[in-house]
């Protein structure tokens, strides 16, 4: 599977998880700032830097929702296979 499509699916199973996932400039920040998961009035938001490159995009996506409980949600098999991955670079 192309990142492209990958980075897709993950946002896709993000949503199931009624995680947002916004990319916004981290860089106007002025702080060093990362792309991760918070909470803001009890929603769940996934900030992701839009200056990552997509294989990036998708790592630092997929190393959060490797964190959440996926068992009793539909993952497709390719994306639940690179989720499960304990080969990560």
Do not use: W
């Not at 009624?18 to 996934?46: H, P, W, Y």
């Not at 009793?72 to 990560?88: C, E, F, N, T, W």
């Amino acid at each position: 599977m192309k990142p492209t499509q990958l980075y897709l699916h993950l946002k896709e199973l993000a949503d199931k998880l009624d995680i947002a996932v916004a990319e916004q400039n981290l860089r106007v920040t002025g702080v060093n700032a990362k792309s991760g998961l918070c909470i803001v009035k009890d929603q769940k938001i996934f900030i992701m830097d839009k200056h990552l490159n997509v294989r990036e995009k998708v790592e630092t996506l997929a190393d959060c929702l490797r964190t959440l409980p996926l068992d009793d949600i539909y993952v497709m098999p390719a994306v639940r296979k690179y989720l499960d991955r304990s080969d990560r670079p």
